[in-house]
């Protein structure tokens, strides 16, 4: 009699190859929900922009998608860490890393160019009056260049 093969248990099976790597999802899963629990709710943005990639017993790694986030979470490591340490893997955690990967993050998705907001015939004169007054030839050109757009 033939069993069914649930690929489940093959993936989740510490005999196989997979068997660690579904163990090491599982705990950055786990990490980015103890994270969301973390972090004040007024704060709860955060994480659309960052997330968990590492953590050992006394250290914990972040990734956020710009400087600005990560400058961020580097204002709130101290509440991170004292609400961590209500977990008994992370009682001993002393230091949060954060990390800046562009482009990793819910952020980078909906971030677009915005247009170009044409230049009026008023301001384009006055750059070409400006242009007139200026010794500096470089400038002059650049100054009238612009204009011309």
Known sequence: MKTAFHSKHYIHSANTTLGPLA????????????????????????????????????SLTLVADS???????????????????????????????CKIAPGTGQ???????KPKMPLSHQNAELMLMTAETIRHDRL??????????
């Open 23 to 58: 163990a090491r999802l599982a705990g950055i899963q786990r990490w980015n929900l103890l994270l969301a629990e973390a972090l004040p709710k007024e704060h709860s943005l955060i994480l659309s922009h960052c997330h968990a990639v590492h953590a050992d017993p006394t």
């Open 67 to 97: 400087p600005h986030w990560a400058t961020r979470l580097r204002f709130l490591t101290p509440t991170i860490i004292e609400n961590f340490r209500k977990y008994p893997e992370f009682a001993a955690l002393k230091s949060i890393h």
């Open 107 to 113: 952020g980078a998705l909906r971030r677009s160019k």
């Open 140 to 149: 002059k050109k650049i100054l009238q260049r612009m204009a011309k757009k």
